[in-house]
């Protein structure tokens, strides 16, 4: 309602203030920042004459709560002003209060805060106290509704809330990283532990067939010995009990030692579950804490839309949707600017002024939607208008004479909406106060970019236009596919994971197109070193796109991607990219993994479009797509060498004397283990056991000659059996080499000496 007295407005404090006690900033900051919030938006929904006498209620009570504090904490220069404001309002009660001279006198408030080194950027995310907000809104803010101080009580609800600093929380995630990280170490001390208990148990076993074989030999040596050597039997008789007892007291003792392993080891697994339990929840909890309704900023916003109309002299309504759509606040406030444009773009482009709206068939009020949804990958924020919608001959002719479109080409709607981002570019011939010089759309571009995310435009002629802002949430702990290419760990988000094969195919998530479920391997896409001797395992990325409308999602056909291996799901710690790597959009992050080992988190979405930029280079080349493991031969990209027995110590000897030598070694405890090591890595050459569990080396050298991608691999034979019988039937299977046990050095130099043609890697 606009003022009809004359009183004068209060003037501001001139000389500065401070606050004396430092640990009342904090808290002070919190109550300013609400209540400043608070009392923009009552006078906004004063202005809008919804509930009139309850808006101007609302600022009161707000401007009384500010003054209380501020004397508090002995601002008494800013509560004198407060003060005299609330005087001034009492004035012109009856006669009605100017919104625009008391919106001015909250700017001067800000200014004044501003001065103590307190900004209400933080009420776009509202208190960390406060609850949120509702789904859907109007302009108009609820009645009755009020921001929690400690301690407080509304509406009836027994809860009581806290202040929390962000930077509190911060240090709460940095901990929980810490956490997982330590977890996810326990977790493979346990594996180790898994492994050496399997060890026992088989030296245990292997104990007892040996006590068996001397058991069942000693009645047939005895009678040999009573023949020939006579009085020397009972000697030779007793020498073969006593190692037999003496055996299986060993066997025996080793099982024990197997089972008092099993009683720690199991203990420990089911604790580290329930600890990883334990962490989701936490990191969930964290999660919301941090996350914060968006709900304050664009109330923030309202004012923004509210000062630009008036300046343009249109009459502009806004609507809210999706207010209680969370993310963290320092997303919220780096949103702030580019918001800010596109609202004040939506008025200034959009909406026409009242009489242009009538004679187009429109109402005299133009609308501003504000809307909002998240989930916990990303928020995607919609400004909408009922305005004009996108000029696209005006966008054409001002990019032609500009040199920004190729000359002589037809060009799309998208290729000229996206020259509304280009700096410096403008359809405006007058330049306004908020429009016409070619700034503030770059900028949102720009800002978008920073924050990895995209904006998409929708326009149609006459009806409006809505630009659609997709911004990933990113967490310092998350859910990930870890995969291997060209010698490197990757992790993917488990969010956009949406099937995995270890075969040619996907599993599931594959629809479409021929094309786009072929797999590209991930390597060649990358650019990395291609690594033809692996098999390649599959996995199914979705292809999500937006379109126009809140929630109203089309998902597109899933991509299918080619990896070396697939190491599995870990939960990890995401740190920011080192400098020489910060400018890469392809990749979101670094971590390590369980093991030590570095893994790049990989931005998906980029990944995605790089994909469709290269997919018609993809059809025509279908070596860059075509994943077909019959083709694969060993080559100078192998990188490996496969140790394979199940005796420990040979293993441990050998890959260390082997690793002192510069080659990169990786180990088989049985035959079908290494299979399973060749189908995921790159081996160059195998060293391997005869007698094993499970596959003997015999077994596992057929299954090497029955697949053709394993067949020139060099093998040799290391074993302890010299038998001529054994010794032809491992020749028929072509090894390069039959070396015998024990492990001497000698053996090393011959073994070196055979994989010295081989190409190898060193670690």
């Known amino acids: 309602m606009r003022a009809v007295n004359n009183a004068p407005l ?19 900051a919190d109550d300013a920042q609400q209540c400043i919030a608070d009392m923009e938006s009552a006078l906004l929904a004063l202005e809008s004459g919804q509930n009139s006498a309850e808006a101007l209620r609302i600022f009161c009570r707000q401007l009384h709560t500010l003054k209380g504090a501020s004397g508090t904490v002995g601002l008494s220069r800013l509560a004198g002003y407060l003060h005299d404001l609330e005087s001034y309002i009492e004035k012109s009660a009856d006669s009605g209060v100017d919104v625009d001279q008391l919106l001015a006198c909250v700017d001067t408030v800000r200014a004044q805060l501003s001065r103590l080194g307190i900004s209400d950027a933080g009420a776009a995310a509202g208190s960390t106290s406060t609850a949120a907000s509702p789904e859907n809104s109007t302009s108009a803010p609820e009645t009755g509704q009020q921001s929690a101080t400690p301690g407080s009580m509304q509406n009836g609800d027994t809860e009581f809330f806290v202040r929390v600093e962000a930077s509190r929380l911060e240090r709460l995630m940095d901990l929980l990283a810490e956490l997982v990280m330590l977890r996810n170490r326990r977790d493979i001390y346990g594996e180790s532990l898994r492994d050496i208990h399997r060890e026992l148990n088989y030296c245990a076993a292997r104990t007892r067939a040996l006590t068996s074989s001397i058991e069942f030999s000693g009645p047939a040596t005895d009678a040999f010995v009573e023949n020939t050597a006579g009085c020397d039997a009972g000697k030779t008789t007793a020498k073969s009990r006593l190692l037999s007892r003496t055996l299986d007291e060993v066997s025996k003792d080793t099982a024990e030692l197997g089972h008092s392993l099993k009683e720690v080891f199991d203990p420990l697994s089911v604790d580290n579950a329930a600890v990883s339990h334990l962490i989701g929840q936490f990191r969930q909890e964290l999660m919301e804490l941090r996350r914060l309704p968006v709900g304050g900023l664009f109330q923030r916003l309202q004012r923004v839309i509210r000062d630009a109309a008036k300046s343009e002299g249109k009459l502009v309504e806004v609507q809210f949707e999706g207010q209680g759509a969370r993310a963290d606040r320092a997303v919220q406030e780096r949103l702030f600017e580019p918001l800010l444009h596109l609202v004040r773009n939506a008025v200034s482009h959009g909406i026409d002024t009242p009489d242009a709206r009538t004679r187009s068939g429109k109402l005299p009020v133009g609308r501003i939607t504000l809307a909002a949804w998240s989930d916990g990958a990303s928020l995607c924020i919609e400004v909408r208008d009922d305005g004009r919608g996108l000029n696209d001959e005006a966008l054409e002719t001002r990019g032609r004479a500009l040199g920004l479109l190729p000359r002589g080409e037809v060009v799309t709607r998208q290729q000229l909406w996206k020259l509304i981002f280009h700096p410096g570019f403008s359809t405006k011939s007058a330049v306004s106060e908020i429009s016409g010089r070619g700034v503030g759309m770059d900028v949102v571009d720009s800002w978008v970019k920073r924050l990895r995310g995209k904006i998409d435009v929708e326009s149609v002629s006459g009806q409006g236009t809505t630009f659609r802002l997709h911004i990933p949430l990113r967490s310092a702990v998350e859910h990930a596919m870890v995969v291997r290419a060209g010698g490197q760990l990757f992790a993917l988000p488990m969010h956009a994971v949406s099937g995995t094969s270890d075969s040619e195919r996907p599993t599931s998530g594959a629809s479409g197109s021929t094309a786009e479920n072929r797999p590209v391997t991930l390597s060649r896409l990358l650019g990395c070193r291609v690594d033809h001797a692996l098999r390649g395992c599959c996995i199914s ?20 991607i080619a990896v070396d291996a697939i190491i599995g799901v870990e939960e990890v710690v995401v740190r920011s990219l080192p400098s020489l790597l910060q400018r890469n959009e392809l990749f979101a992050g670094v971590t390590l993994s369980g093991r030590a080992e570095t893994v790049l988190l990989l931005d998906v979405r980029r990944i995605l479009d790089l994909y469709h930029r290269t997919e018609h280079v993809i059809e025509k080349n279908a070596e860059c797509v075509s994943f077909d493991s019959e083709k694969f031969t060993s080559g100078d990209d192998q990188s490996a060498v496969l140790i394979v027995d199940d005796s420990v110590v040979v293993r441990r000897t050998l890959a260390k004397k082997l690793r002192a030598a510069g080659y990169r070694i990786r180990e088989a405890t049985n035959g079908r283990d290494a299979l399973a090591v060749l189908h995921a890595g790159a081996i160059s050459a195998v060293i391997t056991d005869l007698d094993m569990p499970r596959m003997t080396g015999t077994e596992l050298l057929q299954e090497m000659k029955r697949q053709k991608q394993f067949r020139n691999i060099p093998v040799t034979v290391l074993t302890s059996r010299d038998d001529e019988l054994t010794v032809s039937e491992i020749n028929q299977l072509e090894p390069t080499a039959i070396l015998h046990k024990p492990v001497t050095e000698a053996t090393i130099t011959a073994i070196i000496n055979l994989l010295n043609p081989v190409d190898t890697l060193s670690s």
Do not use: F, K, Q, W
């Open 10 to 28: 209060p003037a501001p404090p001139v000389e500065p203030e401070t606050i004396d006690d430092p640990e009342m900033v904090a808290a002070y």
């Open 541 to 560: 990325l979705r292809n999500t796109t937006e379109t126009s409308g809140l929630n109203n999602r089309t998902i597109g056909n899933d991509v299918t």
